[in-house]
């Protein structure tokens, strides 16, 4: 009996994978891509809103979980013990942090809807 040469077939099954693995990868991108527009914030007024509803939902829940077991967790899922004070630094850190993002998004969302009156003022 004559031995099966398998090389030629486990590279065809190996380009296979590989193809298989970045075209799934392609896809789920795209389809990543096609939800994010979606869910865009295509109003500025919206995106000013919502810059200040999740900033105050997330203090809320960070002082809520204070007041009943004196530790909360970041949105990234760190713990901080408000009893020590590296814990009462970080508390402050972290605040700073979600004031500054909500300034931020806020910020941006001004600055569009400033660009959009004055596109309205030229037209």
Excluded: C, P
């Amino acid at each position: 009996m004559t031995e099966l040469n398998t090389a030629g077939v486990s590279n065809s099954v190996n380009m296979i994978a590989k193809n298989f693995d970045k075209t799934t990868t392609i896809r789920a991108h795209i389809k990543e891509v096609n939800n994010n527009k979606v869910s865009a914030i295509y109003d500025f007024t919206t995106g000013i809103y919502k810059a200040h509803s999740s900033f105050y939902t997330e203090l809320n829940r960070v002082l809520r979980d204070i007041m009943d077991t004196g530790k909360t967790k970041t949105l990234q899922g760190q713990e901080i013990d408000v009893t020590t004070t590296a814990g009462a630094a970080a508390l402050s850190m972290y605040l700073r942090s979600l004031y500054q993002m909500r300034d931020i998004y806020a910020g941006l969302a001004e600055m569009g809807l400033a660009n959009e009156k004055k596109l309205w003022q030229i037209t």
